[in-house]
């Protein structure tokens, strides 16, 4: 059974870049498109990006400017970068996988999700 | 950018009951849409992919309709476990959006 584990530091500073790494474990990395989705408190999903190899990428237009996510297919991981953060990008980051395949990206849905590790964006 | 409405923002049912949860998008996004189920403090549980289509383990009770615009989660009779909060979620090949999601609360 696939499972995804998401890592990287709980309080970043205003201005800073946010890391984080989603770790696959129980499957490969292969043959998946590989999401980012966050969840500020209390509030709504916000989908960020997308990644499958290093060849389709695709991000949020609305954070695309400040936004960088890539994929390690020897150590079985993908990562996002957030630069300039706020505290409005304070939230829960979820790690999720996305089947390849059917006529569009997402077609079968959002079928494994990570955890989610809680962000805080704070001086 | 598509925008998805839900309604309604919270919707109170006893166990046993129906419930029918509804999701609107601002242009046709055709059957590209899922649902999810969240509790608290857990992460959103696929149930519905392409409009009607159950998720694998999802019980029978959960039912998906519509194309288009306008889609509805039906949740045929609600168990204990069903209270939470619904979303959906358009996706095509270059954007994905979801719903401000409607909570299921018991009455």
Redesign the interface.
Known sequence: QVHLQESGPGLVKPSETLSLTCTVSGGSISNYFWSWIRQPPGKGLEWIAFIYYSASIKYNPSLMSRLAISVDTSKNQFSVKLSSVTAADTAVYYCARVPKGGPTVGYYGIDVWGQGTTVTVSS | ?IVMTQSPATLSVSPGERATLSCRASQSVSS?L?W?QQKPG?????L???ASTR??GIPARFSGSGSGTEFTLTISSLQSEDFAVY?C?H???????????TKVEIK
């Open positions: 950018e590209n899922a999810y857990q992460a959103p549980r696929l519905i992919y392409a998720a694998t979303y979620q996706y095509n090949n270059w954007s994905w959006t979801f719903g401000q999601g």
